[in-house]
């Protein structure tokens, strides 16, 4: 067999753990993957022993991330590479962890220069609006880059996963049909190499015209079992879904909710009051996919998966979005301010994400039916008074 070849995109607080389980897998996997993986870093200058250094050169020599994930061990097949076109050539698995405002310009990079089979995973919680259209980040991966691309999501604190503390995530991956190497499987017909021609569906239901290239039968099918020896560790347990749009969303629009929270709790107010806007947020979240993924999401990933109540309750009571608009709101500084001043260049990926669900609503003039979106981006823009949150959602029911 020919053996998968494994690049991480990004390598950021959580770029980085993704990138060290992988390593730790693909060194206890020989038969399945290149015991090497190559990690893509946005290269910067950073200063070790009073020196400045390239931050490539510090984890390829310290196996530290030292600005990202300090005082974290790398394995030492964990390779930095700064050159994003060749940290992808080759690969098989391409897995992008990095903040989703840089998918645009990473996915225009690399197109052309991947193999045409290969196959992506986004670590990524955020979506991509373009004026009235949202996409989900694994799709608009796929699309811009003519691969198919499932999603890892979940409660995931990356300094906790990093220092090995148990924790669970999920994993969305709808194997493509071309992938199955079985013909006339799903009802699907022999393509003229003795594949499954694909009819793979996209995160509303709609059959992609584009075919996918399969992955060559010299490699391990690349499947749930793959993935799950790639990602699962003894501290991080794995659950394999095939509801990619329900573990992207549940991502993407608890972040929001962690904002509002954090404000809640910065105003004054405690458990009490964030448990009801972690309830209200959900049903917002619900009710988006409802509303514009009806085909596809399963409300049941929302509700019993890690990607979905879990990582709600993660990040409204100890992530980073939550933390630091409650931060904001006690300083009485914007927290676009407190995103500058003291995250050492990571983001906060809920004031995006806000801005951009919110402009997707009212391009589609259905904003009232989403309050404590509305809130949180009224918020953001300084118009709305804290005070004003029990009457809002009064008003909402
Ligand atoms: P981070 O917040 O640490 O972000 C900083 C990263 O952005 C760095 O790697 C930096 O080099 C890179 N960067 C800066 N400018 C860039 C540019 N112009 N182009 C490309 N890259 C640039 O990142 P993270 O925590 O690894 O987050 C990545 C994704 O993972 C996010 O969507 C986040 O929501 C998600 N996530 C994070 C955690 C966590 O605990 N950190 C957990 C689960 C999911
Ligand atoms: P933050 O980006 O707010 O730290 O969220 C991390 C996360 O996604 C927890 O599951």
Same mark, same amino acid.
């Given at each position: 067999?020919?053996?998968?070849?494994?690049?991480?995109?990004?390598?950021?607080?959580?770029?980085?753990?993704?990138?060290?389980?992988?390593? !730790?897998?693909?060194?206890?996997?020989?038969?399945?993957?290149?015991? /090497?993986?190559?990690?893509?870093?946005?290269?910067?200058?950073? !200063?070790?022993?009073? @020196?400045?250094?390239?931050?490539?050169?510090?984890?390829?020599?310290?196996?530290?991330?030292?600005?990202?994930?300090?005082?974290?061990?790398?394995? +030492?097949?964990?390779?930095?590479?700064?050159?994003?076109? /060749?940290?992808?050539?080759?690969?098989?698995?391409?897995?992008?962890?990095?903040?989703?405002?840089?998918?645009?310009?990473?996915?225009?990079?690399?197109?052309?220069?991947?193999?045409?089979?290969?196959?992506?995973?986004?670590? %990524?919680?955020?979506?991509?609006?373009?004026?009235?259209?949202?996409?989900?980040?694994?799709?608009?991966?796929?699309?811009?880059?003519?691969?198919?691309?499932?999603?890892?999501?979940?409660?995931?604190?990356?300094?906790?996963?990093?220092? *090995?503390?148990?924790? !669970?995530?999920?994993?969305?991956?709808?194997?493509?049909?071309? /992938?199955?190497?079985?013909? #006339?499987? #799903?009802?699907?017909?022999?393509?003229?190499?003795?594949?499954?021609? +694909?009819?793979?569906?996209?995160?509303?239901? @709609?059959?992609?015209?584009?075919?996918?290239?399969?992955?060559?039968?010299?490699?391990?099918?690349?499947?749930?079992?793959?993935?799950?020896?790639?990602?699962?560790?003894?501290?991080?347990?794995?659950?394999?879904?095939?509801?990619?749009?329900?573990?992207?969303?549940?991502?993407?629009?608890?972040? %929001?909710?962690?904002?509002?929270?954090?404000?809640? *709790?910065?105003?004054?107010?405690?458990?009490?009051?964030?448990?009801?806007?972690?309830?209200?947020?959900?049903?917002?979240?619900?009710?988006?996919?409802?509303?514009?993924?009806?085909?596809?999401? @399963?409300?049941?990933?929302?509700?019993?998966?890690?990607?979905?109540?879990? +990582?709600?309750?993660?990040?409204?009571?100890?992530?980073?979005?939550?933390?630091?608009?409650?931060?904001?709101?006690?300083?009485?500084?914007?927290? @676009?301010?407190?995103?500058?001043?003291?995250? #050492?260049?990571?983001?906060?990926?809920?004031?995006?994400?806000?801005? *951009?669900?919110?402009?997707?609503?009212?391009?589609?003039?259905?904003?009232?039916?989403?309050?404590?979106?509305?809130?949180?981006?009224?918020?953001? +823009?300084?118009?709305? #008074?804290?005070? /004003?949150?029990?009457?809002?959602?009064?008003?909402?029911?």
């Amino acid at each position: 067999k020919t053996l998968h070849k494994v690049t991480i995109v990004g390598s950021g607080n959580w770029g980085t753990t993704v990138g060290k389980l992988m390593a !730790e897998s693909t060194a206890e996997h020989p038969d399945v993957f290149e015991k /090497d993986v190559q990690m893509w870093v946005y290269e910067e200058t950073v !200063e070790v022993d009073g @020196q400045p250094q390239k931050l490539t050169d510090v984890i390829n020599t310290k196996h530290e991330n030292v600005k990202y994930l300090p005082e974290i061990k790398l394995p +030492d097949n964990l390779i930095a590479n700064p050159s994003l076109v /060749d940290a992808v050539k080759n690969s098989t698995i391409l897995v992008f962890n990095l903040p989703h405002e840089f998918i645009g310009n990473i996915c225009k990079q690399i197109k052309g220069h991947i193999l045409p089979y290969a196959r992506g995973i986004s670590c %990524i919680k955020g979506v991509t609006v373009t004026d009235d259209k949202i996409e989900l980040l694994s799709e608009y991966i796929g699309e811009n880059l003519s691969i198919y691309c499932g999603a890892l999501s979940g409660a995931n604190i990356a300094s906790e996963i990093a220092n *090995e503390m148990w924790c !669970e995530t999920t994993i969305a991956y709808n194997t493509p049909p071309c /992938d199955k190497h079985t013909a #006339n499987g #799903n009802g699907v017909s022999n393509g003229a190499n003795g594949y499954v021609v +694909d009819e793979h569906r996209d995160s509303r239901g @709609q059959i992609i015209k584009t075919p996918l290239t399969p992955v060559p039968s010299e490699y391990p099918a690349l499947g749930h079992d793959v993935l799950r020896k790639l990602f699962e560790r003894p501290y991080f347990t794995v659950s394999m879904v095939s509801d990619v749009a329900g573990v992207s969303l549940g991502g993407a629009l608890k972040n %929001i909710v962690a904002l509002a929270c954090g404000f809640v *709790e910065g105003h004054g107010w405690n458990m009490t009051a964030k448990t009801a806007v972690m309830r209200r947020g959900m049903q917002e979240i619900i009710q988006f996919a409802r509303d514009f993924y009806p085909e596809t999401v @399963q409300e049941k990933t929302l509700w019993e998966e890690s990607a979905g109540w879990g +990582d709600m309750i993660v990040s409204c009571t100890s992530a980073r979005n939550w933390r630091y608009s409650k931060m904001a709101v006690e300083r009485g500084v914007s927290i @676009q301010e407190i995103e500058r001043t003291e995250l #050492n260049g990571q983001k906060l990926q809920g004031i995006s994400t806000s801005r *951009e669900v919110s402009s997707f609503l009212r391009a589609r003039g259905v904003e009232d039916k989403y309050p404590l979106f509305k809130l949180v981006d009224g918020i953001l +823009d300084q118009n709305v #008074n804290l005070e /004003d949150i029990p009457r809002l959602f009064r008003k909402s029911q």
